[in-house]
């Protein structure tokens, strides 16, 4: 079996409602119960939308810069978080804050 990475979720384009290879999750709806509704858009729609997949969002980049830095940082944990810990916390919640409601 070859190893694949491809999210096996993908491969369909929620905008065109269509299969393509080159669709990317954009988008999660939040539900009051249960998981989200993830939305997936292939390339070309993505830029006549101007959809930016979610990987890129300055939220999730600020999240995972936060997520990263709390992995490996002994100052962040249960008892609170380190100055840059909380900085990383502030640009994500800053970049939450500024997206369009
Ligand atoms: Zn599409
Ligand atoms: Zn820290």
């Known amino acids: 079996?070859?190893?694949?990475?491809?999210?096996?979720?993908s491969g369909w384009c929620h905008w065109?409602?269509?299969?393509?290879?080159t669709a990317v999750l954009v988008q999660v709806i939040e539900q009051n119960s249960g998981p989200g509704a993830a939305l997936?858009?292939?390339?070309?729609?993505r830029e006549q939308r101007r959809l930016t997949p979610l990987a890129e969002q300055p939220d999730e980049v600020a999240y995972r810069a936060y997520l990263g830095h709390?992995?490996?940082c002994t100052?962040?944990?249960?008892?609170?978080?380190?100055?840059?810990?909380?900085?990383?916390?502030?640009?994500?919640?800053?970049?939450?804050?500024?997206?369009?409601?």
């Open 70 to 72: 709390t992995a490996e």
């Open 40 to 45: 997936y858009a292939c390339a070309p729609c």
């Open 75 to 101: 100052g962040c944990g249960r008892a609170g978080r380190c100055e840059d810990g909380a900085r990383l916390w502030e640009a994500y919640r800053g970049a939450l804050a500024a997206l369009p409601a």
């Open 1 to 9: 079996m070859d190893q694949t990475t491809e999210d096996p979720r």
């Open 16 to 21: 065109h409602k269509g299969p393509s290879g």
